[in-house]
């Protein structure tokens, strides 16, 4: 079965350039979160989805970050304009049934931004 | 004090030794607590929920305290394939993991 699919797997881009992060959840599951990683920040919960709905941004940074769920399967994540403190791994995870329950998470996004 | 705070590490243990890993948690209504496992370069996986009376899996035992608000890995016979971050995830009344910073293992030959 295949897991979270999420693309690019790296991407380089510089400042003030749009990005887009893109992920496939796992057919079925009705929770998508997306995740941000840093050494110092450690591993940060940004939104996330339920039913395609979002529930909770609080953790976006701020109002240069935007998430949409269009539909069941698909999910971007979108940073304009990017800034070099947004390098970090991204990552999209799903779960069924809230995050009581395993989350499977996607391989991630390297952002590189200069 | 911080959500959830655990020993960043790292630990460098001899194949066949036994270790162990803390992490404490600040919310005291946190409901669900978990380790997760993440290999260098890759992605987080769920290694076991951990629950009140304590549970085991194979050579992994979790446990929980909640009076002091601490959980814990024990990792017995390490294995070369054991070395990798530990992440302690607490789950905290609403639909969101606290995610701690992770424990680095090292497992020497």
């Known amino acids: 079965d295949a897991g979270v699919i999420q693309s690019p797997r790296h991407e380089v881009t510089e400042m003030g350039q749009e990005v887009t992060l893109r992920c496939k959840p796992i057919?079925?599951?009705?929770?998508l979160f997306w995740y941000r990683q840093t050494m110092m920040r450690g591993l940060e919960l940004l939104i996330y989805?339920?039913?395609?709905?979002?529930?909770?941004d609080s953790g976006m940074p701020e109002d240069r970050f935007s998430a949409k769920m269009p539909n069941a399967s698909f999910s971007t994540l979108k940073i304009q304009p990017s800034e070099p403190r947004d390098s970090a791994v991204y990552f999209c995870?799903?779960?069924?049934?809230?995050?009581?329950?395993?989350?499977?998470f996607g391989p991630g996004t390297r952002l590189t931004v200069l | 004090r911080k959500e959830v705070e655990q020993d960043p590490g790292p630990f460098n243990v001899p194949e066949g030794a036994t270790v162990a890993f803390n992490c404490t948690y600040s919310?005291?209504?946190?409901?669900?607590f978990f380790w997760y496992r993440q290999d260098c370069r890759k992605e987080p996986k769920l290694l076991m929920s951990?629950?009140?009376s304590g549970n085991e899996d194979g050579r992994f035992t979790a446990q929980l305290n909640r009076a002091s608000q601490y959980i814990s890995l024990l990792i017995r016979d390490s294995k070369l394939s054991d070395s990798a971050t530990y992440l302690c995830?607490?789950?905290?009344?609403?639909?969101?993991?606290?995610f701690g910073k992770g424990t680095k293992l090292s497992v020497i030959p």
């Open positions: 995870a799903s779960s069924l049934g809230g995050s009581y329950n395993e989350q499977f």
């Open positions: 057919s079925g599951h009705d929770y």
């Open positions: 989805f339920n039913n395609n709905v979002p529930i909770d």
């Open positions: 919310n005291s209504a946190s409901q669900s």
């Open positions: 951990v629950y009140s």
């Open positions: 995830v607490v789950h905290g009344g609403s639909y969101q993991l606290t």
